[in-house]
């Protein structure tokens, strides 16, 4: 049963960071052998961790195609969804980089500064592939890049025994964590593998964990290093994410998935349960919240989240999330739970009210969110699959001082500087220059500036 409470009630704790960061030690070590021994390595790791451990990691792009087309003869309807799900991205993304303009401006005369956007020119997904392969994952890493231009993007993503492989390894035993099958083709899981090929992504390699991190992040015989490494994954993933970080950059830290809704009396219980839940099945520590002014409301969703738990495949691992982290919230006021809001910095935050003057101030009031869904219609899952938002959000938090994976994580904004000789403003600016160096014990600045004033 999710806990209730009220607003008073609320401890300190849960509005601080949670952390579910793996091991910095144990990652640590990962990446330095990564570093030493590069894809003998990632052999090994992939022998202790994986269902299989392949003679190499990069997937043909026929084992692509032909998982697409198998998905469209077989699942026409997934087909058509990845597909549309991709457009919408893509199409939003570009929209995004749209927003970033190069300019030049003249500060003073003769001094001109300017400012142009460009992109990495490679970057790495992780896209996880445990209990649930995460094939919409493909979709939010790689669209945006796409749209930023990126020349050169890879994924990673956890090994699989071959189809040609499977007859050997049950006869051997083998084929799963602990026991894999060694030696075989790469392969990878079909639905992350169609994905990719729906989104134009070539370069796919049959590797996972922080080894996978550490391959894209300093490169191995086989996997490149890149600018750039985007995607979830587990504790130990998002641990190589943070050690890697300043090597290459990443999205974010991304922990265990989070929802907070406010709503009001207009809202329909069932729909509230159902959207607690979407949260809720993806781990036992995700943290689904509802904030209510309606008592009676509260009780009625309590109530309709045993009735739909009853039902639901994943009730183990939902159930689980709403008793230990879960919970509703009753507040003396919608503002009040805008204010608890700003405090969480959920990653997913909806307004479950009607439309109107009191929606409107609501989205006025609240700053700290990964993504906001406004409205009853505006479901949190289309954020999740099909609406063109990107669904790699911050936190833990960490919306109160950054946003989600986007376009901009794939661009650069640099800065460009053109002086014209004799003008008035570029002598001031030497002045200047030469002063400041002065006065702060530079000799050499100060020379570098007041030689640009003889000619």
Not at 151 to 176: M, Q, Y
Not at 408 to 432: I, M, Q
Request: hydrophobic share 40%; charged share 25%; glycine share 8%.
């Amino acid at each position: 049963m999710i806990r209730i409470q009220y607003a008073s009630e609320v401890e300190k704790e849960f509005f601080a960071p949670r952390n579910f960061t793996g091991s910095a030690e144990t990652v640590r070590a990962v990446i330095e052998d990564v570093k030493k021994r590069g894809d003998d390595a990632l052999r090994d790791y992939a022998k202790k961790f994986d269902a299989a451990s392949p003679a190499s990691f990069l997937l043909p792009e026929d084992e692509l195609r032909s998982a697409a087309e198998k998905l469209k003869h077989e699942r026409v309807a997934v087909y058509d969804a990845l597909s549309y799900s991709y457009d919408l991205a893509l199409r939003f993304a570009k929209k995004q980089k749209e927003s970033f303009s190069d300019f030049e401006t003249e500060l003073e005369p003769g001094l001109f500064t300017g400012q142009k956007t460009i992109p990495v020119e490679s970057a790495g997904a992780y896209i996880p592939a445990g209990r649930f392969p995460l094939v919409s994952t493909v979709v939010m890493t790689s669209a945006p890049a796409v749209a930023a231009g990126v020349k050169k993007l890879v994924i990673c993503t956890p090994p699989r025994v071959h189809p040609n492989d499977r007859g050997e390894a049950e006869r051997s035993g083998t084929g799963k964590a602990g026991k894999p099958f060694v030696g075989g083709a790469p392969y990878a899981d079909e639905g992350i593998m169609a994905a990719a090929f729906i989104c134009g992504v070539k370069t796919v390699f049959a590797c996972g964990g922080a080894q996978a991190v550490a391959a894209m992040a300093f490169g191995t015989e086989s996997i490149p290093a890149v600018d750039v490494i985007v995607g979830p994954g587990n504790t130990f993933v998002a641990a190589a994410k943070k050690e890697v970080y300043g090597t290459v950059g990443i999205d974010m830290l991304a922990g265990p998935t989070e929802v907070f809704i406010i709503a009001d009396g207009s809202a329909d219980p069932a729909w509230l349960a159902a959207d607690l839940l979407a949260q809720a099945e993806h781990d036992p520590v995700a943290q689904p919240v509802l904030a209510t002014p309606d008592e009676k409301l509260a009780e009625r969703v309590a109530s309709e989240i045993e009735v739909q738990l009853a039902s639901l495949p994943t009730r183990a691992t939902a159930e689980e999330s709403i008793s230990s982290c879960g919970r509703i919230i009753i507040t003396g006021s919608l503002e009040e739970a805008a204010e608890l809001a700003n405090r969480k910095a959920p990653e997913h935050l909806e307004l479950a009210v009607s439309e109107g003057s009191e929606c409107d101030k609501l989205v006025s009031l609240v700053h700290n969110y990964g993504s906001l869904f406004i409205g009853h219609y505006a479901a949190e899952v289309f954020g999740d699959y099909a609406a063109g938002l990107n669904h790699t959000l911050p936190t833990s938090g960490s919306a109160r001082f950054t946003g989600g994976l986007s376009v901009r994580t794939f661009l650069k904004t640099v800065t460009t500087l053109r002086c014209e000789k004799g003008k008035a403003g570029v002598k001031r600016s030497a002045e200047a220059a030469a002063c400041l160096g002065d006065a702060e014990g530079l000799a050499a600045h100060a020379r570098a500036a007041r030689l640009r004033l003889k000619n």
